[in-house]
């Protein structure tokens, strides 16, 4: 199976940068697409960003052009550099993997918070 590691959540000012990053334990050929899902209190978990094997990037709305999602996948990470982070960017952040055989795994999450 795949264990997700989440790193780089913290605090910020808004207007500040934070830089998460997720390493993906297991087979790695298994691995298909990665990506990050957050989560703000009472709110439905929203995709933030994925990237697949082969550097197909999908971003939400919301954070095209502030955020940009990469991958290593020698070592199986996947990356989000958030910058000029807002208030709204408040959110638990998941880190999530399916596999080729279609199974999802996912992190458990990692505290952003961004002060006004």
């Known amino acids: 199976q795949v264990q997700l590691v989440e790193s780089g959540g913290g605090l910020v000012q808004a207007g500040g940068s934070l830089r998460l990053s997720c390493a993906a334990s297991g087979r790695r050929f298994s691995i298909d697409r990665m990506g990050w899902y957050r989560q703000a209190p009472g709110k439905q978990r929203e995709l933030v960003a994925t990237?697949?094997?082969?550097?197909?990037?999908n971003y939400a709305d919301s954070v095209k052009g502030r955020f940009t999602i990469s991958r290593d996948n020698a070592k199986n990470t996947v990356y989000l550099q958030m910058n000029s982070l807002k208030p709204e960017d408040t959110a638990v952040y998941y880190c999530?993997?399916?596999?080729?055989?279609?199974?999802?795994?996912w992190g458990q999450g990692t505290q952003v918070t961004v002060s006004a």
């Open positions: 990237i697949t094997s082969g550097g197909t990037i």
């Open positions: 999530n993997a399916v596999s080729v055989l279609v199974l999802s795994y």
